[in-house]
Nanobody, 114 residues
Framework: QVQLVESGGALVQPGGSLRLSCVASGRDFSIFPMGWYRQAPGKQRELVADINKSGQTSYVDSVKGRFTISRDIAKNTVYLQMHNLQPEDTAVYYC????????WGQGTQVTVSS
């Protein structure tokens, strides 16, 4: 059974930083590209960062230079380091494969507000 468990979200002030973690289990995730997605209120879920099994990364323009995705294959864990957070980064953040599986975790809430 696939499980994706995200953590690390919080309420932070603009300009702050957070590190999100995602532990994946239930299949061999090491062979899949992994991504961090987010869904803001009233908006569709979007892919913001992804990393393949070789460590190559890509980012949506709005987070380039501020977010860094990484993975620890041995731990089946994916991370998202976020710096200089802005109110428009407020969303529920999820991890999944890229493209995504049918299953999703519960996500972790990131709120950027003063």
């Amino acid at each position: 059974q696939v499980q994706l468990v995200e953590s690390g979200g919080a309420l932070v002030q603009p300009g702050g930083s957070l590190r999100l973690s995602c532990v994946a289990s239930g299949r061999d995730f090491s062979i899949f590209p992994m991504g961090w997605y987010r869904q803001a209120p009233g908006k569709q879920r979007e892919l913001v960062a992804d990393i393949n099994k070789s460590g190559q990364t890509s980012y949506v323009d709005s987070v380039k230079g501020r977010f860094t995705i990484s993975r620890d294959i041995a731990k089946n864990t994916v991370y998202l380091q976020m710096h200089n957070l802005q109110p428009e980064d407020t969303a529920v953040y999820y991890c999944n494969t890229k493209p995504s599986l049918r299953e999703w975790g519960q996500g972790t809430q990131v709120t950027v507000s003063s």
